[in-house]
Nanobody, 119 residues
Framework: QVRLVESGGGLVQPGGSLRLSCAAH????????MGWYRQAPGKERELVAA???????NYANSVKGRFTISRNIAETTVDLQMNSLKPEDTAVYYC?????????????WGQGTQVTVSS
């Protein structure tokens, strides 16, 4: 079983920055996808950013140029650097990873971390 542990959320003023981190714990052979999703009150969960395969990245249009996703495969961690934060970025942010374990695919979610952008 794979467990994801997130950290780094909090309250920040508009224009500020936060860095989210997510570490994978457990037994797994490979990690093929790493990403961050978010869910605001009354809205569906949406993809924020992802790293797939050899390192291709994908960002939601609303965060392009402001957020940067990075990973450390050796340490099985993925970070999300969030700059120029806006009130509309307020949401619970979830880490997601997927890969292969014992020849079978696995997928795991973190517990979520609150990000609030407000003055």
């Amino acid at each position: 079983q794979v467990r994801l542990v997130e950290s780094g959320g909090g309250l920040v003023q508009p224009g500020g920055s936060l860095r989210l981190s997510c570490a994978a714990h457990g037994s797994f052979s490979t990690i093929t996808t790493m990403g961050w999703y978010r869910q605001a009150p009354g809205k569906e969960r949406e993809l924020v950013a992802a790293i797939i395969g050899s390192g291709n990245t994908n960002y939601a249009n609303s965060v392009k140029g402001r957020f940067t996703i990075s990973r450390n495969i050796a340490e099985t961690t993925v970070d999300l650097q969030m700059n120029s934060l806006k009130p509309e970025d307020t949401a619970v942010y979830y880490c997601n990873m997927g890969g292969i374990r014992l020849g079978l695919p696995w997928n795991a979610w973190g517990q979520g971390t609150q990000v609030t952008v407000s003055s």
